[in-house]
């Protein structure tokens, strides 16, 4: 049977684009995703790839991927190699569409020559204070630079030498030659070129002078014939800028910039910087720890790309500036893995339960779905039960709550599958902590033989002691303890660590089949939430990181906050 394909959200960039599409002004719309390879792409990045990739689906075009690589001091080899695995896992694919704005360094030189040429670009002399200082204020315009009326012929003498290395880092700029009385900060006599001594991944050393972003990116669109050039809102102060340098240099094609809002989630830092430093000082364990923002992150910990997608899409295209619950991304992450995962049994605080009118030795096997009804999945599994059992400590207590429903003295629960256990003695360390639990069972009660009958307002999960896999279950949460972490300004982001973001169960115990599972294969363990077995994991011992709780996992935080 064919399922009807729900037709593409509709957002104000793609009316801009379905509108240049009928208007006859574009025949093909391409797009492209340029990151700057001096980090790991984070959750915020995820929308701009399924954006720009989606859009340029949707309408049968292309998009790009290109490393906007013009910082030689903050990019690495393996920031690019880290990106393009990062977008192939949200599931997008540039075929041969790949572009490094390094490989335009040439033309990017040439550009700066007209432009000096056309007299609308300079060779200055100050320096970064003093260009802060020439620049004035929102309210005040700026001063020009006293270097701006050199001639045509000491400017390029200056650029050509600047080229050769003849002159020490951060002691001239090339500047365009626009209005220094601009309202638009962005167009007072902003740089083009600076000067920079480094070793460049991919150009090697065969530059001393670098573009500067602004100057670069829009070059780079129009080389490639990018139609609709789709960049966040903080951009939005520099498209002037974007259309000047295009229309100074007379480039043929002239992509359109619109400008859309961030992807921001609560209790989340996305600050590139913030987050290498806290890769670099070791406050978190590398940029995919599951904790971490980054995509690398977000897939360890075991999110899916399509409920990223779907996030995406839910969250929507707008101009304005939304911060999103991670109750919200939860959701889509649980929608998602509920038709995939499989269930079985996972006791993270193991509790040792013994059925003292159970046959000493004697294993039986009990047959548990993988999935319910209301998934439809097939297969089923397995499950060994025997005289000794485990069961969460939280499902026993000594002195319950009223309306407390799982096992306590003298009470009843059905284990899940399973018969109906009744507690009849515990067992305490010298402490007097509880290490073990003796109960009696009902053999009349067996699930899936009849004896359902009997019932219990109790179920409680487990797994067969002596057959059980010992494992490192690592429980995540958010981050931070305020909502938006990168806003704070007067407190050292550390201190707002949520120091309940990782707690390791060095010795949960899992069931059986469980034996079998792959690095990367995701389960729901019943009543717990669901799992992914870690790059972590050896033959010997397994590690599963929690994905997502089956309830709200994120209470506790924003109560903090």
Known sequence: MQTEELAPPVNFIRQIVEE?????????????????PNGYLHIGHAKSIWLNFSLAQSFGGVCHLRMDDTNPLKEDKEYVDAIMRDVRWLGYDWGNKEFHAADYFQQFYDFAVQLVKGGLAYVCDLSADEVREYRGTLTEPGRNSPNRGRSVEENLDLLERMRKGEFGDGSRTLRAKIDMASPNINLRDPAIYRIRKAHHHRAGDAWSIYPMYDYAHCISDSLEGITHSICTLEFENHRPLYDWFLDALGLP???????FSKLKLHYTMLGKRKLREMVMTNVVQGWDDPRMPTIAGIRRRGYTPEAIRDLCEKVGVTKSEVWTELTYLAECVRADLNTKAKRVMGVLRPLKVVLTNYPEGKLEELEAPYFPEDVGLPGSRMVPFGRELYIEQEDFME????KYFRLQPGGEVRLRRAYIIKCEEVVKDDQGNVIEVRCSYDPETKSGAGGEARKVKGTVHWVEATTSLEAEVRLYDALFTVEQPDNVKDQDYRELINPESLITLPKARLELSLAE?????????????????????????????????????????????
């Open 20 to 36: 240049d599409i009928q208007s006859g002004k574009h025949k093909t719309v391409v797009t492209r995703f340029p990151p700057e």
């Open 517 to 561: 599972a792959q690095v990367g294969d995701r389960y729901q363990f019943e009543r717990q939430g669901f799992f992914i077995k870690d790059q972590d994991s050896t033959p010997e011992r397994a590690v599963y990181n929690r994905i997502v709780p089956l309830k709200d996992g994120w209470a506790k935080v924003l109560k903090k906050g």
């Open 253 to 259: 094609c002239h992509p359109q910039q619109i400008e």
């Open 399 to 402: 002195d319950p709550p009223k």
